[in-house]
């Protein structure tokens, strides 16, 4: 974890003042990962994106269903109908995660990538995190 702390505070302590405020993290994020595929992202970034998709993944299947990322979901956002989550969710799949009954790791570190990275309004990724807004 030291190690880690070390690459995020190398990324984004630009003051070198030993904490990093939500701006320089922002900063960091979009000079480390916009526009990138995973594979270029800093080790930190991938460590964080794969913790992220094993603690929604919580049958540890490999797979984040439908259920997963309702309940993921619903413990950051407020919706009136479970149907904005669900169509939320299946803007997300392709036709092999149809067939898989969700997305896999691999396709989550895909999506993340573009989530960051496409900025347009059609962004295949736009819903990773839910049905949010632009």
Same mark, same amino acid.
């Given at each position: 974890?030291?190690?880690?702390?070390?690459?995020?505070?190398?990324?984004?302590?630009?003051?070198?003042?030993?904490? $990093?405020?939500?701006?320089?993290?922002?900063q960091a994020v979009k000079n480390s990962c916009v526009g990138k595929?995973?594979?270029?992202?800093?080790?930190?970034?991938?460590?964080?994106?794969?913790?992220?998709?094993?603690?929604?993944? $919580?049958?540890?299947? /490999?797979?984040?269903?439908?259920?997963?990322?309702?309940?993921?979901?619903?413990?950051?956002?407020?919706?009136?109908?479970?149907?904005?989550?669900?169509?939320?969710?299946?803007?997300?799949?392709?036709?092999?995660?149809? +067939?898989? /009954?969700?997305?896999?790791?691999?396709?989550?570190?895909?999506?993340?990538?573009?989530?960051?990275?496409?900025?347009?309004?059609?962004?295949?990724? +736009?819903?990773?995190?839910?049905?949010?807004?632009?």
């Amino acid at each position: 974890m030291m190690s880690l702390w070390e690459e995020i505070a190398q990324l984004a302590d630009f003051d070198k003042d030993g904490m $990093i405020s939500v701006d320089e993290f922002k900063q960091a994020v979009k000079n480390s990962c916009v526009g990138k595929k995973y594979e270029d992202f800093p080790q930190a970034m991938r460590a964080f994106i794969e913790a992220n998709f094993r603690m929604i993944d $919580i049958n540890s299947d /490999g797979v984040m269903g439908v259920e997963e990322y309702r309940y993921d979901c619903v413990q950051r956002m407020v919706v009136e109908e479970i149907k904005v989550i669900d169509d939320a969710f299946n803007s997300l799949l392709n036709d092999d995660d149809r +067939k898989l /009954g969700g997305l896999t790791l691999s396709r989550y570190q895909e999506l993340f990538a573009l989530f960051l990275g496409d900025t347009s309004e059609d962004c295949p990724a +736009k819903h990773l995190f839910g049905p949010l807004e632009l």
